[in-house]
């Protein structure tokens, strides 16, 4: 096993982990491997299907539980052996769908199934049923309101504008007859200026050209109901869910059909953002879940790829195999906090930095990774321009829109000629721009309203999670500022990020990174962490800083060396660890019996916050992957915090 492997032990507590924070969540999870075997399923399946945990185990076959529900009526009628055969079929085509099933005890779900790269298919289940009994209510008010409408006109127009939807009747001709306040406000008339006018008169061209469809269905006796995007006479962009119902005569020939058009933009919207909630919900689990193991793994690639650097003499070399594989690693240490900070479970880390310099660094990252083909242009001012914003996800966020625009590019007819422009202008606001050019295929407006939503990919087939824009987006929000993109089918794209300007910072500010720490000569600390590859990085560190260094693989063996050995001047320990005892009881035991001795806690979980384990320990807090400063300037507060009892100690 190499050095960076995880074990078999953590593999299978990772796994236990994801499959944990599954079963907390509100919807059933299926996922069949390639030959239609089940791999994983949530607890959630078996409640809102009624499936016996037994076949919800790892190995269980497609065709076993297809049969279990048609054997208990979950298809309706007809031959089960059909029905199994049929729906097996169909999966073996591994397509993405999605349909609406009424379950035997009236529960309506949705199912919801999608291909995966490696093989099989992931599906997700839906309780709709309170949805549907909306809708179905809905549509028994239209149709209580339109037979009291049909009794008298003054009636219908005493009713009709007090409705809070527009409503509208129009004949065969598709000439409106009716139309209630609400209905002519929507466009900017009277009702008197729309009744006797055909619906392409009335309605805006794009309107007209998407209801078509739906007004022949209705002039042939369908009742039909429909979406669509309606400009608003005020200027807004509403989502409009509208009905259509045939007028019928007693022969059932048809007169014409009523409109009921009712604004769902606030409906869509609560439902957008609870579907936001839950995918954010769903990165913050899956990242809490892995970042101890990772940032441990990190603590481990950086602590011997630091020394390393130092010590090759190959300068060529070290420039370009050593020193990039640095900056990957520390943009590794800095993706789990980012995915963190996308699902707002942690804020970011800002600073003062200098944009000039860091848009050059992206611009560094990037060459060596682009083709021949496409040429990277800097256009970067002449005066520098600072922003506080963390430097770990500005470089990441840029990285990602370039790395977009790169296969834009591929997937355009430009590819041999691809042009990606990195520009850093500041405005008269005291705002900066950093934008991203290219010119690529372009997206479509359909397209550009889902960028930014977490999982949204037009490269699913080829890997794409969708997390990268919705992490550029984070990073510019967070960064009290905003993205936007302009782009166009074959025209290319633009991102644009704008963020507030700040002062540079002054010389002693500029200092405060480099901590003056002296050399601890033979002074002695204890380092306690359960992994023997981490605690080898942190040992060096400590003995680089003059400290003699005894170490423990537990909380438990930590106080009996500091019971037996005398002259400890400081304790450096991580706070998750085997045994029963953590680090910061670890620590409360430091603070009652040794109050002279300097504390510093570590961890690798990076979502939770100082509070969440400081518990009065007063102590600083290191996270995994640590840089060299960072635990000097930690030495220098805990010996800081500790001074007093040392004081307190030597009057006894």
């Not at 009994?133 to 309101?145: D, S």
């Not at 209630?180 to 794009?206: C, M, T």
């Not at 990242?287 to 650097?309: Q, W």
């Amino acid at each position: 096993m190499g050095d960076h492997d995880i074990s078999d032990s953590q593999a299978v507590e990772l796994l236990m982990q994801i499959e944990a924070g599954l079963d907390n969540i509100d919807q059933g999870i299926s996922v069949f491997d390639q030959n239609l075997e089940l791999v994983f399923a949530n607890k959630r399946l078996g409640e809102l299907l009624d499936v016996p945990e037994r076949l919800l185990n790892r190995g269980t076959k497609f065709e076993t539980l297809i049969r279990y529900n048609s054997e208990h009526g979950e298809y309706g009628p007809g031959d089960v052996e059909e029905q199994v055969a049929e729906r097996v079929r169909v999966a073996r085509e591994f397509r993405a769908h999605t349909v609406e099933r009424v379950r035997p005890n009236g529960r309506v779900i949705r199912v919801s199934g999608a291909p995966l790269a490696m093989g099989g298919f992931a599906t997700i289940y839906t309780d709709i049923t309170q949805q549907r009994r909306y809708e179905i209510e809905l549509e028994k008010r239209i149709n209580a309101q339109t037979r009291d409408l049909r009794r008298s006109e003054e009636r219908l127009r005493l009713i009709a504008n007090e409705v809070p939807a527009g409503i509208a009747y129009l004949d065969q001709d598709e000439v409106f007859q009716f139309v209630n306040r609400r209905f002519a406000q929507s466009y900017g008339q009277s009702v008197d200026d729309i009744v006797g006018h055909k619906s392409q008169e009335i309605l805006s061209p794009h309107m007209h050209e998407d209801s078509a469809p739906y007004f022949a269905r209705a002039k042939a006796g369908e009742a039909v109901e429909f979406d669509l995007e309606f400009d608003h006479e005020d200027g807004r962009k509403l989502e409009i869910r509208v009905f259509l119902r045939p007028d019928l005569r007693t022969d059932q020939t048809v007169r014409g059909f009523y409109v009921l058009s009712i604004n769902f933009t606030r409906h869509r919207q609560a439902a957008a953002a609870l579907s936001q909630a839950q995918k954010m919900e769903a990165i913050g689990r899956l990242s809490a879940g892995i970042s101890h193991d990772f940032n441990n793994l990190l603590t481990v690639i950086l602590g011997n790829l630091r020394p390393l650097a130092e010590q090759m003499e190959d300068k060529h070399l070290r420039d370009e195999m050593v020193a990039p594989s640095l900056r990957a690693a520390k943009r590794g240490a800095e993706l789990t906090r980012q995915l963190l900070a996308v699902a707002r479970r942690q804020p970011l880390d800002p600073k003062v930095v200098n944009l000039n310099e860091a848009v050059q660094e992206v611009a560094n990252l990037l060459k060596p990774s682009l083709p021949a083909t496409t040429q990277l242009r800097l256009e970067l001012p002449d005066q520098k321009l600072w922003a506080k914003v963390d430097p770990g996800a500005l470089e990441n966020a840029l990285l990602n829109l370039a790395l977009n625009a790169q296969a834009a590019i591929e997937d355009s007819a430009r590819k041999e000629d691809g042009l990606i422009e990195l520009r850093l202008e500041a405005d008269q606001d005291q705002r900066i721009k950093i934008q991203c050019r290219d010119n690529g295929t372009g997206m479509s407006q359909e397209v550009q309203k889902q960028i930014f939503d977490p999982f949204f990919s037009t490269k699913v087939h080829s890997g794409g999670t969708g997390l990268g824009l919705s992490m550029a987006q984070s990073f510019a929000q967070m960064s009290d500022g905003d993205i936007a993109v302009n782009s166009a089918m074959d025209l290319g794209t633009e991102f644009e990020i704008v963020i507030p300007s700040v002062e540079a910072p002054t010389q002693a500010e500029a200092a405060m990174d480099v901590p003056n720490l002296p050399h601890k000569q033979g002074a002695l600390a204890l380092l306690v962490d359960d992994q023997e590859e981490v605690r080898a990085v942190l040992r060096r560190e400590l003995v680089g800083l003059g400290y003699a260094v005894l170490e423990a693989e537990n909380a438990a063996e930590a106080m009996e060396l500091m019971d037996e050995v005398s002259g400890i001047e400081l304790v450096l320990s991580d706070i998750a660890m085997p045994g029963g005892m953590s680090g910061m009881e670890l620590g409360h035991h430091v603070r009652a019996n040794f109050g002279h001795i300097g504390l510093i806690l570590m961890t690798g979980h990076a979502n939770l916050a100082k509070s969440d384990f400081d518990q009065g320990l007063n102590c600083p807090i290191l996270r995994k992957p640590f840089e060299h400063n960072s635990l000097a300037r930690a030495i220098l507060a805990a010996e800081a915090q500790a001074s007093p009892a040392r004081e307190e100690q030597s009057a006894i």
